[in-house]
Nanobody, 123 residues
C-alpha cells in the first residue's frame, strides 16, 4: 500500500482547506487511516483518524469542531476538511494507515505513511 497526500497550501486565518490521502491498493488489514501533523521544531501530533469499516472517527481536542475526517471507499481516499484554520494549524500534514483494531492516536500504531503536504496559515 502507498499513500499520497495532497491539498496543502497557503491560506489566511479563518480559511478552509481539504486534504486528500489516496491509497494505491488498500489491503483488508488496514483498520484505520489517520492524519498527523508536525510543525517546525515540534513533535508529531495526532489530528484525526477514521475506521474504514464503520466510518467512526476520533479527533484531537485541538481540532474538534473545526476539522472533519471522512472516507470514500470507491476511491480508497480519506479526506480531512479543515475549517476555521488558525496559525497554530501550520504544519506538514501526513496521512497514515494503521493495522491496529483499536482506534489509536499514537504514531507508532501506524505502519504506512504518506509523504506529507504543507499547510501554512497566515495571521
Amino acid at each position: 500500500v502507498q499513500l499520497q497526500a495532497s491539498g496543502g497550501g497557503l491560506v489566511q486565518t479563518g480559511d478552509s482547506l481539504r486534504l486528500s490521502c489516496a491509497a494505491s491498493g488498500r489491503t483488508f488489514s488496514t483498520y484505520h487511516t489517520g492524519w498527523f501533523r508536525q510543525a517546525p521544531g515540534k513533535e508529531p501530533e495526532f489530528v484525526a483518524t477514521i475506521r474504514w469499516s464503520s466510518g467512526s472517527t476520533y479527533y484531537a481536542d485541538s481540532v474538534k469542531g473545526r476539522f472533519t475526517i471522512s472516507r470514500e471507499e470507491a476511491k480508497n481516499t480519506v479526506y480531512l476538511q479543515m475549517n476555521s484554520l488558525k496559525p497554530e494549524d501550520t504544519a506538514v500534514y501526513y496521512c497514515a494507515n494503521s493495522v491496529t483494531r483499536s482506534v489509536s492516536a499514537h504514531a507508532s500504531d501506524y505502519n504506512t505513511w504518506g509523504q506529507g503536504t504543507l499547510v501554512t496559515v497566515s495571521s
